[in-house]
């Protein structure tokens, strides 16, 4: 009888061993998946959303045209995999921006998707959650980052701090002398609401806080254009816009942020760039081969390629 308890507490005791470990075991995963869901959302150059197009139901029929529209950053590098394409699929036409070949920027860009006016949109920012609950799923093909700009001859030459950055956006920083310059009031050029790139830094610089009120020193465009956002900077704006699009400009200045330059590649491979970032292509969960077949291509060695040469980072 002796016998028979001591291998019945034995049993129990390793069941008891066993039990807990499993609850151990799951706990840390738990915790493990907590604390990787946190450092992807505090990090906006973490890709979220899932690699590759397996998220993707390629069952309905290919059009007879492939519609996109969407973020004017990515026009060049949409227009070379469009390119790119074409060459895989000479039968099947496509297009970037509604109405005329215009894009209308990753906000409407979306949009335009969700209202079927599109089949694909480009997006320089994540997925919001709205846009994810209409069934749009984003795909990232590169990374990027946006630099912050002023005119070439602007006697400001210092660099800027993310909270200065923040500061002067939200109107609280009004003068140059404020940040260590001279005595000259600053003039704010922000990008048009429709912007990826102006919601991406509303939420990364400003932290979802408001942008400062329209005013002499602070003006909104209302086209998603970068030109007249440059040209209007003269020798007292700032501005911000995607470091391919201004990096080879000879009118600006590219200002330092936190004391690093957007043109040091590794800076935003790595994410130590503060305002670095990814972008996307959206489609609809439920969509066409062809749809699949172009994201499939922008994730190719070859769309990879076309990435890196349009001044996108790939993202391996």
Do not use: C
């Not at 959302?41 to 059009?63: M, W």
């Not at 400001?156 to 260590?180: A, H, P, R």
């Not at 990364?204 to 465009?221: E, R």
Request: charged share 15%.
């Amino acid at each position: 009888m002796a016998k028979a308890s001591n291998k019945e507490t034995l049993t129990l005791v390793l069941a008891l061993l066993i039990t807990g470990g499993l609850a151990l075991g799951g706990l840390w995963f738990f915790r493990g998946s907590l604390l990787s869901r946190q450092s992807i959302d505090n990090n906006p150059t973490k890709i979220v959303e899932g690699s590759g197009t397996s998220s993707l139901d390629a069952s309905l029929p290919n059009p007879s045209v492939l519609t996109i529209d969407g973020s004017v950053t990515m026009v060049a590098a949409i227009k070379q995999l469009q390119i790119g394409f074409s060459l895989l699929n000479p039968s099947l036409p496509t297009t970037y921006g509604l109405p005329d070949g215009k894009p209308n920027g990753t906000n409407t860009g979306i949009q335009n998707l969700i209202n079927g006016k599109v089949l694909m949109a480009a997006s320089s920012r994540r997925l919001n959650s709205n846009e994810i609950q209409a069934g749009i799923v984003g795909i990232p093909i590169a990374k990027d980052a946006l630099a912050v700009a002023v005119g070439v001859n602007n006697p400001y030459k210092g660099g800027l701090t993310m909270d200065q950055l923040k500061g002067i956006f939200q109107g609280q920083i009004t003068n140059w002398s404020q940040v260590g310059g001279p005595n000259a009031l600053i003039k704010v050029i922000n990008r048009s609401p429709n912007s990826g790139t102006h919601s991406f830094f509303q939420d990364v610089v400003l932290l979802g806080q408001p942008f400062a009120g329209a005013s002499a020193n602070f003006i909104t465009q209302q086209q998603d254009e970068t030109t007249p956002l440059l040209r209007a900077l003269g020798n007292d704006g700032i501005t911000y816009s995607a470091v391919s699009q201004i990096e080879k400009q000879q009118t600006v200045r590219i200002v330092p942020i936190d004391g690093i330059s957007p043109t040091d590649r590794t800076a935003i491979q790595n994410g130590k760039y503060p305002i670095s970032r990814v972008v996307y292509l959206a489609a609809p969960k439920k969509t066409s081969p062809a749809v699949k077949q172009f994201i499939d291509y922008a994730l190719s060695s070859q769309g990879q390629q076309v990435i890196q040469r349009t001044g996108f980072i790939p993202l391996q």
